[in-house]
């Protein structure tokens, strides 16, 4: 990236882009601003506002010498402007208004620098306003004398033509072309979803653009100049597998063949937004840009290794014998560039860590990732390729369920590691829409193979899904998906599953928050459905508890609890010699309010008024086990729950620095067990049942430190068995992720460490955070719009694979307290090999002497 540059919009607002070459500009318009930007350091050349609604855009003909920028839209419902700028300095050259009889749709093409197309009201009839001569004039023509059976309401789609423009039906895409500013004529009518590509102008003046249509024979991509289809210049067909969908936008450009003539390449988005370039009837290259659009991920195990067959002996033995071949070839030089490419091909292929198989160490997994357009794709660990893709949205988009909206990925079967016939499945839940009110959407895909396994569209909606640590008879998770009228389905529905849940279904508990009232609320179950007595894997609910926050004095602007999966490896912490134990509990739940002067961006609030309060909850109880109060503080807040602790983020206005607190809960009722006697006697209370109702007594400790850098995301690592120390994964707002030691963020610091706390590897208290350069794990890398990290246990307990995805997709795999259970990659074989020898032939040698010496005590 070689600049950057952010323009201020009050809202978010979709944005256009023009660029003038001659100038070096850049023009971007959204909402009622034009900006120009420099292309050479990104630098804000001039700003224009205009008080129109619908801005529309044009540059003059980039051959001219006039350098001219034309900006058109409505005034209010009757009145269209049309401005004319100069593309240097954005001063406005001429600025014409016209009124019209009618009511307009807000929604304007320039079609040439003095016409405009639009609709009326009604959005059946095309309006052309040409602004040729001294008074504007009006043309009219009703969309179905272009279209016969048309029906329903016409939009504009937007691309950039001269003297022609895309009108968008319910049944087709008309290509319509502007005569005179006067009339309008209808070039070509295409039946199937296609994509039309702006306008680029040639040497010597003429203009093409390509019309992509989407037929059950592959892509049909087609080049035409002046509008007209019989000059036709180009015809291409290219066959695509479904994975990719359809073709959602084409930019063309024009190079010289040898024979003078024009040939053309063709830049296709497609559904699943993937890039392909295609030339001549080939697929140059392709990228899948998909992938900078993550929304979740989740790890899953490779296949186990199975036992050899003959066919695959010999045909590892004739791999074996062209490999050495090659690399003889490649020895003596004598390699062809295809037996070069050959060999890298091989060694990637045989490498340990690119295997299908899971390896001994837990390194090799698979990354399942949903991305925004609905697509699901397996990522191998080793080298970060494609194992399989599957374009989910292609299969469930129907009539009914036209622009489905995919949420999360959960897994849904994870068969036992005995059962090697059995694969497992990760579950995709989506919406036939983007309102919490639309109809739910499920599908099971076969981890290792992609394979759809089975899809329903439910009748109910999905506003949350809460995976259960329950499985049935065949291994398949629990799911409890909640609908917009609170009640409760449970998935999957079978027998099994309903028999094992009906005998849990008294410790299931869960917690909802309106940020927008300020509520969080309480929740459990009921038996049945009482709108649905019917469904017997349908469930009421009902509120068991609420807190109300006061909207005048705090807005809820952060939550997190911890993990259901982490694992503990001990509950009991020994501090200064003594024992003490850990608050742990899959019910506690961080919530972090802010006053509603701090609720803005840092720096809106004065430090008198800015405060944040966290909250520690019971999620079943919803009892308030500590509250803790920051004066002078502001968000954004960025928290991380593990095990028994909470690290936060956020801004001290009164410093006018980062700090991260921490805060550790221990279980004061279990401080009598520390004695002796009561553990050899059987009556400490370890063993006494614990009820989610009781109220344990809690002891929270926290501490404050400084910390000089903006956080945008954070992460704790996780092991298979919670022995290994602690490390947080920060991503800064740099786009790299720190690794900060969990030790530096201990309550318990002092100035100066006692000898009992030295020991126990205490670090003496500082007022900031440092910051070591050695402990960024993408190292001098960026992970460019960096948006979330996630951790995944290795077999090995001192290893953590560690996956951040943004713009860019980034794993390594980190040792928070080093290897300490395996040889590191470069330890030294060859060194321990000679220092076993020499050490036998030392014994060896040593013996003998020994024998030789006891021989010659003897003889004398």
């Keep these: 990236m070689v600049w950057e540059t952010i323009l201020p919009s009050p809202s978010p607002s979709k944005s256009l882009l023009y660029v003038m070459a001659k100038e070096n500009l850049i023009f971007v318009s959204g909402k009622e601003w034009l900006h120009a930007i420099s292309s050479l350091d990104g630098m804000i050349a001039w700003s224009k506002y205009f008080h129109l609604e619908s801005l529309q855009i044009q540059q003059n003909d980039q051959h001219s010498e006039r350098n001219i920028i034309y900006a058109a839209g409505f005034s209010g419902l009757s009145e269209v402007e049309l401005y004319e700028l100069s593309g240097k300095t954005g001063e406005v050259l001429k600025k014409r208004i016209t009124s019209y009889s009618g009511i307009f749709f807000q929604g304007t093409l320039l079609v040439h620098n003095d016409v405009l197309v639009t609709l009326d009201s009604t959005r059946s009839k095309i309006v052309l306003v040409n602004f040729q001569g001294e008074v504007a004039s009006f043309h009219q023509t009703y969309v179905s004398d272009l279209v016969h059976d048309f029906s329903g309401e016409a939009s504009f789609l937007s691309s950039k033509f001269a003297d022609m423009f895309v009108l968008k039906l319910d049944s087709c895409k008309a290509l319509v072309k502007v005569k005179s500013g006067r009339t309008v004529s209808l070039i070509e009518r295409m039946e199937h979803p296609d994509s039309v590509s702006d306008a680029i102008l040639l040497p010597e003046g003429k203009k093409a653009f390509a019309i992509v249509q989407n037929k059950e024979t592959g892509i049909h991509i087609t080049v035409t100049m002046d509008g007209e289809l019989i000059n036709e210049v180009l015809r291409e067909r290219i066959e695509l597998d479904d994975n990719r969908g359809r073709v959602q936008k084409v930019f063309i450009n024009s190079y010289i063949r040898t024979d003078r003539s024009y040939g053309f390449r063709s830049l296709l988005v497609m559904e699943d937004h993937s890039l392909l370039l295609v030339q001549q009837g080939e697929i140059v290259w392709n990228r899948e840009d998909g992938l900078a659009s993550i929304i979740d991920s989740l790890a899953s195990e490779l296949p186990v290794e199975k036992g050899a067959t003959v066919a695959k002996v010999e045909h590892n033995l004739f791999e074996w014998l062209q490999g050495h071949l090659l690399k003889l070839k490649g020895t003596l030089m004598i390699a062809s560039p295809d037996d070069i490419a050959a060999i890298q091909v091989m060694r990637l292929k045989n490498s340990e860590k690119n295997k299908m198989t899971r390896d001994h160490n837990g390194f090799r997994k698979l990354l399942i990732v949903l991305t925004k357009a609905g697509k699901v794709l397996a990522l191998h660990t080793g080298d970060g390729r494609v194992v399989w893709s599957v374009l989910v ?468």
């Design 393 to 860: 949205s292609s299969l469930h988009g129907t009539k009914t369920c036209q622009n489905p909206t995919w949420l999360n990925i959960y897994q849904w079967q994870v068969p036992h590691h005995h059962a090697l016939d059995e694969n497992p499945s990760v579950l995709v839940v989506g919406r036939c829409g983007q309102s919490l009110d639309s109809p739910g959407i499920l599908s099971i895909f076969d981890s290792y193979t992609g394979k759809e396994l089975s899809s329903s569209h439910v009748s109910h909606s999905i506003a949350q899904v809460m995976p259960l640590p329950l499985t049935d008879s065949k291994e398949q998770h629990l799911h409890v998906i909640l609908d917009s009228n609170n009640n409760a389905y449970l998935y999957p529905r079978t027998r099994d599953a309903l028999k094992l849940f009906h005998h849990e279904l008294s410790n299931v508990f869960w917690y909802s928050i309106d940020s927008t009232e300020g509520i969080i609320r309480g929740h459990s179950l009921n038996h049945n459905c009482i709108h649905n007595e019917a469904d017997e894997y349908c469930f009421g609910t009902r509120t068991l508890w609420s807190i109300v926050f006061p909207s005048d004095s705090e807005k809820i602007i952060a939550t997190t609890t911890r993990k259901l999966n982490e694992v503990v490896h001990t509950q009991a912490k020994v501090v200064d010699q003594d024992v003490i134990y850990k608050y742990i509990s899959n019910n506690a739940l961080f919530i972090a309010t802010a006053s509603p002067e701090a609720v803005g961006e840092i720096g809106t609030a004065i430090p008198e008024e800015a405060r944040l309060v966290v909250y520690l909850i019971d999620a079943v109880t919803g009892r308030v086990m500590h509250r803790l109060i920051h004066h002078g503080s502001q968000g954004p807040i960025h928290a991380i729950f593990s095990e028994n602790w909470v690290v936060y983020h956020y801004f001290n206005l009164r410093a006018h620095r980062y700090e991260m607190s921490v805060m550790e809960i221990y279980d004061q009722s279990r401080v009598d067990n520390k004695d002796v006697l009561k553990l050899v006697l059987g009556k400490h209370n370890l063993t006494s049942p614990i009820s989610a109702y009781s109220s344990p007594e809690v002891l929270v400790k926290s501490q404050s430190y400084f910390f000089t850098h903006s956080v945008k995301v954070m992460a704790v690592t996780s092991t298979a068995k919670g022995i290994t120390s602690k490390h947080l994964l920060i991503g800064t707002i740099g786009d790299q992720m720190l690794a900060l030691d969990k030790r530096f963020l201990d309550p318990r610091r002092t100035p100066t460490p006692s000898p009992a706390e030295k020991e126990e590897g205490m670090i003496p208290l500082t007022d900031s955070l440092p910051i070591i350069p050695q402990s960024y794990a993408t190292h001098s890398l960026q992970v460019e719009g960096l948006r979330n990290i996630i951790t995944v246990p290795a077999k090995l307990e001192s290893t953590t694979l560690v996956f951040g995805y943004g713009i860019d997709l980034f794993f390594t795999r980190i040792a928070p307290s080093r290897t300490y259970d395996s040889l590191t990659e470069d330890f030294n074989y060859a060194l321990l090999l000679i220092t076993i020898v020499a050490l036998i032939a030392a014994i060896i040698v040593t013996w003998v002497l020994t024998e030789q010496k006891d021989l010659r005590d003897k003889w004398r």
